[in-house]
């Protein structure tokens, strides 16, 4: 850490508040929500079918379970089906329907709702419903639904295309033109579910005396959540209440909002009865979204020197059977070329991205979404073009990074970066991770060829209202709100309208409101997650939260520390600006001259023999939204070292450091922790995780023993030291940073796989690098001893 | 269905229930005696979060029935530590950040408690070699190492 020890709150390593329950099994996950009495246990009934006609539906049997009852879309005929893109430029308008009615698209499209007294029940009965269906063709991967006479997914989209964008910048074609070298290369990202340990799930209730439907939900986004049931259902959002309660990892794929969300309340109003479903694995694999099935073609044209003078880019995404809600189709196609100038100065841009449907489960967010390929790409790349050109890896980067004197800069996709210290981020992450010294490890284990691989990546973070409007998605506010009500105790509640799933909030906005209002973080109660509790706002996801909402809890805890000081001068006959607020005291600055901050909170709520300054209104409480004008971009440089074993072709890693840059930290202990976690779900795409599908659509990995996560064993110890350049463009300083991890961890071990094959002269353009593709080089191409 | 009267001693106290003979042990734990720490994250026995402690060995409550219990001693995260307070590996967990969400913690616990039972002072390799059963989605396993280690730091001068 760069500097001196924080002296308050913000900066310090705090161990978290939201611990200890955890700790002891106290916390309430979906599941362990106690239901109340006559629920119904749901069981979501999935096409086996990648795509199907549906003949008839014959749910007689289940008359054999006491108290089971199917609904079909015939029961529900009021429901209007999901329209996940917008008519706007670039999108084909589809419809999802909430249960299939004629037509299934992908394996897990639901059919039916199988409901009974309990979950086993449930169970049962779902194994007596007889669904006849005509299975027809499907298309699966993105190859044969771009072939010629493919068919279509969705009659709107005879191409298959449900989102297209191509740009151009000005001169790029001259710029190309003259460049003397072009290197070119296709990369080719692994299809990958998220895996949250705690499934998807939700318990649906109706209140028909008070109106009032209450759905709590394993989501990171209940206020979004709550609008879609008002969108779809009819419903007044003032009748609406949506709560996450404990929710066990999130990273993207519970920022969506699901079928079965909006199916739960709606047969909850329909049965009059409270509805639960707690999905299992399976329905994970089947049914929450996919990631990153994506295809990045590039050609990167170079000078003389290694410095970069124009590129152009082909994406394609695999969008899956749907668009998501409310993130849409476009997603992970529309974030792969915005992401992909990462942290290169090079103005001539040129992309064309698609979407492309298929009968598979949806593709959805997850960490870094298309970013982790974009820099795959981009820094493979980087390494090719340094091999060609008789540069170092490091050097090349170190032609073509931005400098000071570039900031601010607007890149090539139009992102605004305020300020970065990326050429001394290199620098540290080259000592840290010992780098020159690695030809001396290199040949350490004659058993073992070894590589060394580096990656420079940036994080585009903390997305306002502006960058949701640009991108189309109007269903995403991209605000965010902290109300904070300071108690006449001195003490204060914060609610934020985020959720947590593990990042920490409660600890981290505490810290954040602290060093403002001068009383310790274990006096601020955060609350979240419930949209009758939160203010209004977006919800957690694309590292926003201490950008967007910690910009508004520090523009509450601003209002509520002037005000404060307002009436200690008032009590002090001290001008307010000479007020300090620390260490539960409000005191004149030099005069030694105090009182605590609970005597000016009694103060505030008439509590006191003396009032409020005249015209001051009464209460210590305040609810501020806020709107982040840019995105805010921290910057990593990831080393790692690998080894693969010439017996086998397994990869290990062996060593891995990172140095990091998201601006001031508030919690380095945090931040940390969400690295570390983040560069392991890059590290399982780029050695092991792969979703596969048969060629009728099939998906055959369905359980952990078949889609293989990493555990402590694959995994090194992380070596990490952190670069702040306090941001310009955020309250605070801050930067988002709960994805760079992964953006990291992708392409960093691919270039040091790439780099231990060089003796034997291949290049590895696709993940995940398997064992046997590895033996396959080291037996087949022996190649020659580096000289 | 068939139910079978079952006596199982948990965190202590000693439970008698009729069960059905299909019952997971799991969803005896969490749903008849209302002890949801216990966590259910794959059902199938690859992840770890169900683990409890059966007659003090490391088991996974998905994959073994209610009435394979009867007889048995379990602890579970609850009866870890008296009310209010921590373990000593509960207390490193919280000191050194192992945990992020949560959802995987009480089955890392129960393998942590197992671990240093049998080795109190263990090196990093076998810590590794004995978490590797449980998954972690959010930490990246790297605090969660150190937390044992400092676990059985703590153990060993208390
Ligand atoms: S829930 Fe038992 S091992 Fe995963
Ligand atoms: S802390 Fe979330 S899975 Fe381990």
New interface residues.
């Given amino acids: 850490m760069d500097g001196p020890a924080p002296a308050g709150p913000f900066g310090a390593r705090l ?2 508040k ?3 329950r ?8 979906l ?2 929500i ?1 239901v109340p009495p006559g629920t119904l246990h749901a069981v979501f009934l999935r096409s086996p079918h990648a795509h199907a006609r549906i003949l008839g539906i014959d749910a007689s049997g289940v008359r054999d379970i006491p108290g089971a009852l199917v609904l079909t879309a015939a029961d529900l005929p009021q429901l209007p089906p999901l329209r996940p893109d917008l008519p706007l430029p670039g999108f084909a308008v589809t419809e999802r329907p909430l249960l299939c009615r004629d037509l299934v698209r992908f394996v897990g499209d639901c059919v039916a709702i199988v409901l009974a007294e309990d979950a ?1 029940a449930a169970e049962d009965a779902a194994e007596l419903v007889a669904v006849d269906y005509e299975p027809l063709p499907a298309i699966v991967t993105l190859e044969q639904a771009l072939a010629e006479g493919a068919g279509s997914v969705h009659r709107e989209a005879p191409d298959n295309v449900l989102f297209r964008n191509q740009v151009t910048t000005e001169g790029f074609d001259a710029a190309f033109a003259a460049a003397p070298h072009v290197f070119r290369e296709t990369f080719v990202g692994s299809r990958v579910a998220t ?5 998807r799930g939700c318990l649906a209730r109706h209140d028909p005396g008070l109106d009032e439907t209450v759905l709590w939900s394993s989501t990171q986004v209940p206020h979004l959540v709550r609008n879609m049931l008002c969108e779809v259902l009819g419903l007044a959002d003032t009748a609406v209440r949506v709560i996450a309660p ?4 999130g ?1 993207g794929v519970k920022a969506s909002v699901y079928p079965e969300e909006i199916l739960a309340i709606a047969a909850a109003r329909l049965l009059g009865r409270p509805v639960k479903w707690a999905g ?2 399976q329905d994970d694999f089947l049914s929450s979204s996919h990631a990153r099935d994506m295809r990045f073609g590039v050609e990167m044209a170079m000078d003389a020197d290694g410095v970069l003078a124009a590129i152009r880019i082909d994406v394609l995404a695999n969008a899956g059977a749907y668009g998501g809600i409310p993130f849409g189709s476009s997603i992970e196609a529309g974030g792969g070329p915005r992401t992909f100038p990462g942290p290169y100065r090079f103005r001539h841009y040129a992309f064309r991205t698609r979407a492309v449907a298929t009968h598979t489960t949806p593709s959805g967010p997850y960490r870094g979404v298309a970013a982790p390929i974009a820099f795959m790409a981009f820094e493979g790349m980087m390494d090719r073009a340094a091999a060609a050109l008789g540069l170092t890896r490091e050097e090349i980067r170190r032609r073509n990074l931005l400098d000071t004197a570039d900031f601010p800069f607007v890149n090539a996709s139009g992102i605004r970066y305020d300020i970065a210290s990326h050429h001394r981020t290199l620098t540290k992450a080259l000592a840290l991770s010992e780098w020159e010294d690695f030809v001396l490890r290199r040949d350490a284990d004659p058993d073992k060829i070894r590589g060394i691989g580096i990656a420079c990546v940036t994080e585009q973070t903390g997305q306002g209202s502006t960058r949701y409007r640009a991108r189309g998605l109007l269903r995403i506010p991209g605000i965010e709100a902290a109300r904070l009500k300071m108690e006449p105790s001195g003490r204060a509640t914060l609610a934020v309208s985020q959720t947590t ?4 909030h409660l600890t981290t906005f505490a810290q954040m409101a602290a060093e403002h209002l001068g009383i310790p973080p274990a006096h601020i109660t955060v609350l979240e997650g419930d949209t009758a509790v939160s203010p209004f706002g977006s919800g957690t996801f694309a590292s926003r939260s201490v950008v967007a909402a910690g910009g508004a809890v520090i523009t509450a805890a601003e209002v509520i520390a002037k005000k404060m000081k307002r009436i200690a001068g008032h009590l002090l006959e001290a001008d307010e600006a000479d007020i300090v607020l620390r260490d539960g005291r409000a005191e004149v600055v030099g005069t030694g001259l105090s009182v605590t901050i609970e005597e000016v909170a009694r103060t505030a709520y008439a509590m006191r023999p003396k009032g409020v300054p005249p015209g001051e209104s009464f209460g210590l409480d305040t609810t501020e939204y806020w709107d982040q004008p840019f995105s805010s971009v921290s910057a990593a440089v990831h080393v790692a070292e690998v080894s693969i074993e010439k017996a086998t072709g397994r990869v290990k890693v062996e060593r891995y450091s990172i140095v990091h840059d998201c601006g001031r930290v508030v919690n380095p ?2 931040v ?3 690295v ?6 890059g590290l399982g795409p780029a050695l092991m995780e792969r979703l596969v599908h048969d060629e009728h659509g099939q998906l055959l990995t369905t ?3 078949d889609y293989t ?1 990493p ?3 694959d ?1 090194p ?2 070596a990490m030291e952190h670069i702040e350049t306090p941001a310009l463009d955020t309250k605070g300083g801050v930067k988002g940073m709960a994805e760079g ?1 992964t953006i990291g961890a992708i392409p960093v071990l691919l270039s040091a796989i790439n780099d231990a094959l060089r003796p034997h002269g291949a290049w590895i353009h696709a993940i995940p690098v398997r064992a046997e593709q590895l033996l396959r080089i080291i037996r087949t191409q022996p190649g020659t001893p580096e000289g | 269905m068939s139910t079978v009267e079952i006596t199982v001693t948990v965190n202590g106290s000693s439970r008698t229930r009729r069960v059905p003979d299909r019952l997971l042990l799991a969803d005896f734990l969490r749903h008849e005696l209302r002890l949801t720490g216990t966590h259910v994250g794959c059902g199938h026995g690859v992840c770890g979060a169900c683990t409890v402690l059966v007659d003090g060995a490391t088991m996974r409550s998905c994959l073994m029935l209610a009435v394979q219990a009867d007889g048995a001693s379990i602890t579970t995260v609850e009866g870890l530590a008296p009310p209010g307070g921590l373990h000593p590996v509960q207390q490193a967990f919280h000191e050194l950040h192992a945990l992020q969400c949560g959802f995987c913690t009480p089955g890392f616990l129960a393998s942590t408690i197992e671990l240093l039972r049998e080795n109190p002072d263990p090196s990093e390799t076998e810590i590794r070699e004995a978490l590797h059963g449980n998954i972690c989605r959010c930490t990246g396993y790297v605090n969660i190492v150190k937390a044992v280690r400092r676990a059985a730091e703590l153990m060993r001068a208390g």
């Avoid at chain 1, 955890?22 to 996950?29: D, K, Q, Y």
């Avoid at chain 1, 799933?501 to 920490?504: I, T």
Wanted: proline letters at 5%; hydrophobic letters at 35%.
């Fill in positions: 161990p978290r939201e611990d200890p955890l700790l002891r099994g106290e916390a309430r996950f599941d362990d106690e086993y895996v949250s340990l705690e499934p404990d929710v066990g990892g990273f299992d694995r799933q593990g990042q920490g202990m945090i940390d922790g969400q570390h976690g983040a560069v392991v779900q359980t952990l023993l996560l555990t402590a064993l995994v110890d992380i991890g």
